[in-house]
């Protein structure tokens, strides 16, 4: 255990790891704390890429959602995201623009090296030129619709050299932090097994 707490201090003061999103915290004789930080452009360039994005809605429209915008929520510990979204269908005379809000956490997915949105939480679904029954309506479906259009959506993925280093001295992605900032992700222990 000590040799390996001896090359865990000098492999954070000089490895150069790859990508600029590494940090190693490292406090005098104590054991180094890596940590992979994604900034908010990074985020949402990735969660561009995933829209626009059709939705069904019991066969009697279908919504359009374009990129969200995202937003950091650090003081709930998850992101936020607005989109433009815009219903028509046989249901609707003509296409209407609204506004589809949510927030979400995230999770790390292991099988692909991934950090993906779920815990979605509707905020909104506005659409101004729409009759309030109709609006109504949407907004009864509105929870199973943002599941539906995020759930999983990725937003970042680690390259197999952003985790090879810690991979091989048994450290895993951890807990995910939303700061003012981006995103860190903590790297622990494996758990034995």
Do not use: C
Not at 18 to 25: R, S
Not at 121 to 142: E, H, I
Request: hydrophobic letters at 45%; proline letters at 7%; glycine letters at 8%.
């Amino acid at each position: 255990m000590l040799h390996r707490r001896r090359f865990l201090n000098t492999a954070s003061s000089s490895l150069a790891l790859g990508g600029a999103g590494w940090l190693l915290l490292v406090a005098r004789g104590a054991r180094a704390q890596p940590r992979y930080t994604v900034p908010l452009a990074q985020l949402q360039e990735m969660a561009a890429q995933r829209f626009p994005r059709s939705v069904p809605v019991q066969g009697l429209l279908d919504l359009t959602l374009q990129a969200p915008a995202l937003r950091l929520l650090p003081e709930v510990n998850r992101l936020g995201a607005a989109m433009v979204v815009d219903a028509a269908g046989p249901a609707l005379r003509r296409s209407h623009a609204g506004l589809f809000d949510v927030e979400f956490a995230l999770r790390y997915e292991a099988s692909d090296r991934t950090l993906r949105a779920h815990q979605i939480r509707l905020g909104r679904l506005d659409f101004p030129t729409l009759k309030p029954a109709v609006v109504q309506l949407l907004n009864t479906y509105a929870p199973a619709l943002a599941e539906q259009s995020l759930r999983e959506v990725t937003l970042h993925q680690l390259r197999p050299q952003d985790t090879a280093v810690l991979d091989g001295l048994g450290l895993q992605p951890g807990p995910i932090t939303v700061t003012a900032e981006g995103l860190t992700v903590a790297f622990v222990g494996k758990a034995p097994g």
